[in-house]
């Protein structure tokens, strides 16, 4: 099996809220995937999903082809940092790698030691001491010492001010050039990853919106910009993203499925951010109206 | 040896940059025959960037002719890339000083200019690919 994470129909409710509903993605190893969405789209939640925190209210998640809370045995081989990468403040780091070497079968110490010396990290120094850029890199350097295949951060740049950012950003791809590890990295601004990923899962109002190797999907949609129109059947065109009309002028962002050569329309690239703002403007999928089948109310 | 930097502002895909960047230290005489390309972990140590990016770079390189992977050692210049003779630059300058002179004497502004050689640019490419 080439998918390293797989979601089917994956669905999270508390209580009368669908956290995430009818999610369905694959991740092939060798990624570096942003999970990108608005603060409270269902990030946390999905994530939670995959390392078993979490069980699914309805579908499957799958990491190399077993459910976590089935098969426990494969979160060996899986790293997870949590938001706010929690550690313990009172412990000193070279503390915290000895915790990590009795919690964990599969442990490289010498490797996460030789790292944090390499970052200047003093390993005598309490976690609650360091800055915040070093807490970062010290919850990095723990998730890597188990030796994971697939690692998993939650918003780890969020709360990092922009040095730390790209330091942070630095030793991650620095370990993926090294291990060729699989990664997951979750934010709320695709600004942050726009570098470091080459596959994107887009997660709005608790539904997969767009997912897929990013080159393609910044390839496939271009803006058109022609004299005032119908948007309907143009084309080249397989779906219009976004469209806005003035009073003699048309602005479309489409997926295409082929180029768009009717001389009408200026055809420009996009860029990532604005593919995926163009998507963030759209409706929630569960609030349009369903050609089959009675459209849940909830948004 | 050679150091990359990105135009994150750009819009052209970063393995694209650092391809042109080699092509032109190619070009300008910066990197020569048997010269080591960085490694794709000096690359991302320093950019910040996906590693696959970096292959990319390499791999289009290579496709190109222009660098190969020594297997245990690195990416090396093997060619130069096969540009016009220095002669060229010359004369289609002169060409394009006076189309633009023709221009500016027809009312373009510079904006207008750019985005006249922008679209002719591209109906060109399309005539050709249709």
């Known amino acids: 099996m080439s998918a390293i994470l797989q979601a089917t129909a994956l669905g999270k409710r508390y209580g009368d809220e669908w956290a995430l509903r009818d999610c369905s993605f694959e991740l092939p190893a060798g990624r570096v995937a942003a999970l990108v969405g608005p603060n409270g789209a269902g990030k946390t939640t999905l994530l939670h999903l995959a390392v078993g925190l979490l069980a699914p209210t309805s579908g499957h998640i799958e990491l190399f082809g077993s459910p976590p809370r089935q098969d426990r045995a494969v979160l060996e081989r899986v790293g997870f940092v949590a938001q706010d990468t929690p550690l313990y403040h009172g412990f000193k780091v070279e503390e915290m790698l000895t915790l990590g070497r009795r919690l964990n079968r599969r442990w490289d110490g010498r490797w996460a030691e030789d790292r944090l010396r390499g970052l200047g990290i003093p390993l005598g120094k309490r976690v609650g001491a360091l800055s915040g850029g070093q807490r970062a890199q010290v919850a990095l350097a723990l998730a890597l010492a188990k030796r994971p295949e697939l690692l998993l951060l939650d918003e780890p740049v969020a709360s990092l001010d922009p040095l730390a950012r790209r330091e942070f950003l630095q030793a991650l791809m620095d370990a993926v050039a090294e291990t060729g590890i699989s990664v997951v990295l979750s934010s709320h601004l695709i600004a942050d990853l726009e570098r470091v990923c080459d596959f994107l899962v887009l997660l709005i109002a608790s539904e997969v919106r767009l997912s897929g190797d990013i080159e393609e999907l910044v390839a496939a949609h271009k803006v058109l910009i022609g004299p005032r129109r119908s948007t309907i059947g143009i084309p080249g065109v397989e779906a219009v993203v976004q469209a806005s009309h003035a009073e003699r002028q048309t602005t479309l962002l489409a997926r295409t499925s082929e180029p768009v050569y009717d001389p009408a329309w200026t055809v420009q690239d996009v860029d990532l951010e604005e593919l995926v703002l163009a998507y963030m403007g759209q409706p929630a999928l569960s609030a349009r109206p369903m050609p089959a089948g009675p459209a849940e109310a909830n948004g | ?130």
């Open chain 2, 1 to 130: 040896m050679i150091e990359f930097h990105l135009d994150t502002r750009s819009g052209v895909a970063p393995y694209l940059q650092i391809a042109r960047q080699v092509q032109q230290a190619l070009r300008m005489g910066t990197l020569q025959a048997d010269d080591q390309l960085p490694t794709v972990r000096e690359v991302v140590g320093k950019l910040a960037i996906n590693p696959n990016t970096v292959l990319k770079a390499y791999r289009e390189l290579e496709r190109e002719g222009l660098v190969a992977g020594r297997p245990g050692q690195g990416t090396f210049v093997v060619g130069t890339p096969a540009g016009p003779p220095p002669g060229a630059y010359t004369r289609l300058r002169g060409g394009l000083v006076r189309w633009l002179r023709d221009a500016h004497a027809a009312g373009l502004d510079d904006e207008s200019i750019v985005a006249f050689v922008t679209t002719t640019l591209r109906d060109s490419a399309e005539e050709s690919a249709a």
